[in-house]
Each structure stands twice: as C-alpha cells, then as structure tokens.
C-alpha cells in the first residue's frame, strides 16, 4: 500500500531564504509525482508534475527533483516570499485503486517579512 | 494550467435540505473526477472517484445514499448533499483529470448547514 510523508510538517522561515521540502512514497512504482499549494480556505493549485522517467522540473522559483529508486522527491523554493506561504503537499497517483491521489499531510509554510 | 470550476464558493442551506454542487472541466476533457472532503487544519480525505458514464465509485464510509455523484459528461460532475446535517457542514473540493496526466482542482465549496 503506498504511503507518502512530508517533512517538515511546519516551516518558518525569513524573507529570501532558499528551502527545501521533502516527500516521500513507499512505492516506487510510480507513474508520476505532483507538487500542488494550498491557500487557506482554497482549493489546490498544482504547481509542478515530474513524470516517473524524470528528475526534475522546474517552474519559476520552484525546482522540484524526483529519485525514484529511494523513493524520495523535493520541491526547492528559491529567494523565498510572504506570497509563497501556504499548505505543500505532494502526492502520487495509485493506479491499482482507480488512479486515486495518495497526498502527504503537507508542509505548512510560514515566511516572514 | 488547466481550469476546474467549482460551484458554488459557498452555500449555507437549511438541515434537511439538499444541496449540489457543481464541478466543470474548463478547458479539457476529464475522464476521471474526485471528490474530497476537508475538515479545517486537516489533510483531504477522498469520498469518491467517478468515471464519466459510470457510477461511482465510493471510499469506504461513505454514505452513498447521502453524497450522490453524477457524471454525465467529460467536462461536468455533481455531488448533491441529501438532507443536509450539521454534521456535513465541511469543505468539498473536486478534482478532473484527463486519463493518466496532471490532476487540477476547483477552488472549494464551503458548505455550512445551519
């Protein structure tokens, strides 16, 4: 059964800072990875999808990398803003249960002025 | 990206009422759509994945006589909330995706049952 985590579950962080976000999944048999953002009260806003025979994409400020073998994808956000603060979550599709997204309990991101 | 419009942003209705909300596929055809429940500072939890032209297919403890989900076409899905409790008063959010590519999201409903 896939299982998928975020760490940290909570993130403060100063104006300008780089971060990282971490997501991880069970299964490596994925087809592919999305990174989505939550505003509160909002619905997801999906940010970057990385298909299972890459390792990364990037939009933007965003890079998010892909390694399937450890099971393991992170999201960077360079030159961190007030603007990017929000819910991140990361989730995979599970194709053995009608292709249903299997989320992490995301990463509330708090950046500071 | 893609467009997912949710219908409406909010709703306050009346206990024992009905409610239905709306879910449309701008801008592509979905042949899948989701339908998630989120309580406040909590994960989404899924109550339903409907095929267009199917029925759907319900989570477990998931009162299908309660949420009733139609999809009659690629670009358009339904959930009705029947007799409405206090209870159901939640957050809805749907998804569409077109076969085995990128999910998008509506905006949310807030249902609030007084």
């Known amino acids: 059964k896939q299982e998928v985590t975020q760490i940290p579950a909570a993130l403060s962080v100063p104006e300008g800072e780089n971060l990282v976000l971490n997501c991880s999944f069970t299964?490596?048999?994925?087809?592919?990875l999305q990174w989505f953002r939550q505003d509160p009260g909002k619905g997801l806003t999906s940010l970057l999808l990385?298909?299972?025979?890459?390792r990364e994409q990037t939009s933007g400020r965003l890079n998010a990398s892909l390694d399937k073998s450890s099971g393991r994808s992170t999201l960077y956000i360079a030159a961190s803003q007030p603007g990017d603060s929000a819910t991140y979550l990361c989730?995979?599709?599970?194709?053995?249960?009608?292709?249903?997204?299997?989320f992490g309990q995301g990463t509330e991101l708090s950046v500071k002025p | 990206g893609a467009v997912v419009s949710q219908h409406p942003s909010w709703v306050i209705c009346k206990s024992g009422t009905s409610v239905k909300i709306e879910c449309r596929s701008l801008?592509?055809?979905?042949?899948?759509m989701f339908w998630y429940r989120q309580f406040p500072k909590q994960s989404l939890m899924l109550m339903a994945t409907?095929?267009?032209?199917?029925?759907?297919?319900?989570e477990q403890g998931v009162e299908k006589d309660k949420f009733l989900i139609n999809h009659a076409s690629l670009t358009l899905s339904t959930l009705t909330v029947t007799s409405a409790h206090p209870e159901d008063s939640s957050f809805y959010i749907c998804?569409?995706?077109?076969?085995?590519?990128?999910?998008?999201f509506g905006q949310g409903t807030r249902l609030t049952v007084v």
């Open positions: 998804s569409a995706r077109l076969k085995f590519t990128e999910a998008f």
């Open positions: 299964d490596s048999a994925i087809y592919n």
């Open positions: 990385i298909q299972s025979s890459q």
């Open positions: 989730a995979v599709p599970n194709y053995n249960q009608g292709g249903k997204l299997i």
């Open positions: 801008d592509f055809q979905a042949t899948t």
């Open positions: 409907s095929n267009e032209g199917s029925k759907a297919t319900y």
